[in-house]
């Protein structure tokens, strides 16, 4: 039997076609249920052509397509965090020991690029698939789920979450306030969960998270008030697409958690988009996350997608 290794370009993808549109689905789908997304033929070729590229590796055996990987940079963590930071934007093996060599490969390459955080969701694909991940050295770092909210259905039971306090429309002068609330307020989140991923790098990203919201990436922001100190916010972007492109966030100042602020800000969110006329709100949450997933299922909002998100640190500080 010969095997043979080869970068991935326009080319093999044509040559691949029939390997490939199959594996579409096997391997390139993000999840179950109306929010999954699939990877198109069109999407891949970008990808493998496109600027971000770090790394590809295609494997045939005897000829016969095996499977292949696609890394790209991250460009905006990579910029915030001035180190690069990469993902494995297609996985996609018909075995486990091709996967692990192609993970194996991804994982040299991203260390001999300084990379200090890969990323991999494996989506829909075969359980081998995550085996390889972690055989080859990756470890979970998110349990993320899609939450999905009929908002005509959710609505009376808003109306039980007492609004008390003082809430209003953040204003520029709020952005260092939200910037700081965010910085500090995701603790065991996936940036700044991770033992091996210093926490300080997951609370920039946080932080710039949220400044790129104040500065018109959101709709709007609405801040919590306590005498006078902005104690929490909550974002809101009507489109969907460009809510996908830089999510929406709600954090609390821990010393406020449990006052029940946290629900009443999301009561203002869905109002929000309740007023604007909209249906049924999609957002991420991740599973650890007991106290607004608590807020959101006593409202009757349901999990309509789950997904594994893996993480490598090739390079650790
Ligand atoms: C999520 C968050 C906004 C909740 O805000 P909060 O003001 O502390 O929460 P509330 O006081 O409104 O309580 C909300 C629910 O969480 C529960 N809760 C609060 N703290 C909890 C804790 N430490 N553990 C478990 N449950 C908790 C409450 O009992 C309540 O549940 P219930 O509605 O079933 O009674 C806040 O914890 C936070 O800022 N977390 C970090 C940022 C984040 O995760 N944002 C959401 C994703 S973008």
Redesign the pocket.
């Known amino acids: 039997m010969t095997r043979d290794e080869q970068p991935v370009d326009e080319a093999l993808l044509d040559r691949w076609r029939d390997w490939i549109t199959p594996a579409f689905t096997r391997f390139g789908v993000t999840g179950f249920g109306a929010d999954a997304t699939g990877l198109s033929e069109q999407r891949l070729k970008a990808l493998v052509t496109g600027d971000a590229i770090l790394f590809t590796r295609a494997i045939e055996c005897d000829g016969v397509p095996r499977g292949f990987v696609v890394v790209t940079l991250a460009a905006w963590e990579s910029g915030v965090l001035r180190r690069p930071v990469a993902k494995l934007a297609w996985l996609g093996a018909d075995d486990f020991e091709t996967a692990k060599t192609l993970v194996t490969a991804s994982l040299d390459a991203a260390c001999e690029r300084d990379v200090v955080l890969l990323s991999a969701s494996p989506g829909n694909s075969p359980t081998f698939i995550h085996v390889a991940l972690t055989e080859a050295g990756f470890h979970l770092g998110s349990q993320a789920l899609t939450m999905r909210a009929d908002l005509d259905l959710i609505a009376p039971e808003l109306t039980r ?1 007492p609004l008390r306090g003082s809430f209003r429309e953040a204003t520029p002068a709020d952005t260092e306030s939200v910037v700081e ?2 910085r500090h ?3 065991d ?1 996936r940036f700044t969960g991770d033992p091996f991923f210093p926490a300080e790098w997951g609370q920039a990203l946080f932080a710039e998270w949220a400044r790129n919201l104040m500065r018109g990436a959101a709709d709007s922001v609405i801040v919590a008030e306590v005498k006078g100190t902005v104690v ?1 916010f ?1 974002s809101m972007t009507l489109d969907a697409r460009r809510r996908a492109e830089v ?8 010393r ?11 009561r203002l969110m869905f109002e929000w988009y309740i007023a604007r006329g909209l249906k049924v709100f999609s ?4 599973k650890s ?7 959101y ?2 409202l009757g909002a349901t999990f309509s997608d789950a997904n594994l998100v893996y993480h490598a640190t090739p390079v650790r500080p």
């Open positions: 979450i609330l965010a307020g995701f603790v989140a929490g909550v999510p929406v966030l709600l954090a609390i100042d821990r406020y958690n449990g006052w029940g602020i946290g629900a009443m800000l999301v957002g991420g949450t991740e996350n007991t106290p607004i997933n608590a807020v299922t006593r």
